[in-house]
């Protein structure tokens, strides 16, 4: 039997507190369908009063696709338990992989108790929120011997590979600077992430999804930052959150002779009649060319008398079907979840060496590079927009 934790039972995880079933449940169930072992799925939270509804949600799950996957509810007992993680680890023997999918300021806690427990570990966005925390997990990472990633699904987006190639193939001519635009729902801090949004920020939650596309694509590394935030709807309802940042990101390219600005325009307070979830566009802008990617309208409008007017992404993670039993999932965040479990296994099998992973993946050390764009966007938000500096991979 493969045994594989998911710590944290939220929105990601199996889609609590919306109508869907999340994307890392999804992904692994799919990824099983092409294993001959048996595969097991532990969900790990803190407290079991929330079982009964995440319980439902596999059912519902298990009707729809058929499934063969086990799962396992923890915790069990009435207590509340923040570490219930840590009795789980103990009592399996050898797990291939740990995927952690909890609030940001629970990242480094959680994944250094995989990683010293030399179990392959996957993390949602971002690594960790300062520096000092992502330099432990990656030296804690080497020390072990155990490949640890981020879940950095855009990098395996479409779309955001043809921006790689456009500038990589020099097309573009030098890149000057580049303009990204990204939103969300205002239920996602009022009732999705209430419990914990304080302790985070848009651009730490979503911006830094277009930090790490930026070193993926680019190769640069950023220098210095500025950042502004705006406390206005959510403050409002007692909320200590900003509803929007603006960042303008200096970014060096590798061969030290030039540099370009990045500016983010973010903010999590779209109204509910908003047709997509995420609305999101990044621009390239070049010397001898430019390119534009709506990353939200992916040409496919519904208008329907349930649910209005929606703007679908159908290549992020997707269900297609609709009869129970023959339903799938599929989609660049499915592709994210699914490489990762067969790179555990390719390391089991001794087919492929943490090393080597390290310099092609989303690895703890390339992603030291979005935590250090965060921890400085904080503080410049704190300074009032001061340009910081965003500390070196050379530091750790």
């Known amino acids: 039997m493969i045994e594989i934790v998911v710590i944290g039972t939220g929105m990601y995880s199996i889609g609590r507190g919306t109508d869907g079933f999340g994307t890392i449940v999804p992904a692994v169930c799919e990824w099983a369908k092409n294993v001959e072992a048996g595969v097991r799925i532990h969900l790990v939270g803190s407290q079991s009063k929330n079982n009964h509804h995440i319980q439902e949600k596999i059912e519902a799950f298990k009707k729809l696709s058929a499934t063969k996957v086990d799962f396992e509810l923890w915790p069990r007992q009435p207590e509340v338990n923040p570490t219930e993680y840590d009795r789980v680890l103990d009592g399996l023997s050898k797990p291939l992989c740990c995927i952690v999918a909890v609030p940001d300021d629970l990242h480094f806690a959680v994944a ?14 971002p690594l960790t929120p300062t520096c000092d925390q992502a330099s432990s ?26 921006l790689r190639d456009y500038l990589q193939s020099g097309e573009l001519g030098e890149l000057l600077y580049s303009v990204v635009e990204y939103s969300q729902r205002i239920t996602i801090p009022t009732k999705i992430f209430r419990g914990w949004v304080e302790s985070s920020n848009i651009f730490q939650y979503l911006g830094v999804h277009y930090v790490d596309i930026m070193k993926f694509i680019s190769g640069a590394y950023p220098v210095r930052l500025s ?27 590798p061969d030290n002779a030039s540099t370009f600005i990045q500016t983010l325009h973010l903010n999590w307070i779209d109204p509910e009649t908003s047709p997509a979830m995420s609305n999101q ?8 060319g430019r390119v534009e990617s709506d990353q939200s309208y992916r040409g496919l409008s519904v208008y329907s008398a349930k649910t209005g007017f929606t703007t679908p992404n159908p290549y992020f993670c997707t269900q297609f079907g609709h009869e129970d039993g023959h339903v799938h999932w599929a989609g660049y965040g499915i592709d994210s979840i699914t ?28 992603s030291f590079c979005s935590t250090a764009v965060v921890e400085a966007c904080n503080a410049s938000l704190e300074k009032g927009g001061d340009w910081v500096s965003v500390k070196s991979e050379r530091t750790i």
């Open 281 to 288: 566009r990044i621009k390239l802008i070049g010397t001898k």
């Open 227 to 253: 950042a502004t935030g705006q406390k206005t709807e959510l403050y409002q309802q007692g909320i200590n959150t900003p509803d929007s940042i603006q960042c303008s990101i200096e970014w060096e390219l």
């Open 339 to 366: 490489t990762f479990c067969d790179d555990c296994m390719d390391l089991n099998l001794g087919s492929v060496t943490k090393e080597a992973l390290d310099l092609k993946r989303s690895s703890f050390q390339e």
């Open 112 to 125: 250094q108790n995989a990683i010293k427990r030399k179990i392959p570990t996957l993390v949602v966005k």
């Open 137 to 162: 997990l990656i030296k804690m990472a080497d020390e072990y011997k155990t490949y640890g990633c981020v879940e950095f699904h855009k990098r395996f987006d479409a779309a955001n590979l043809m």
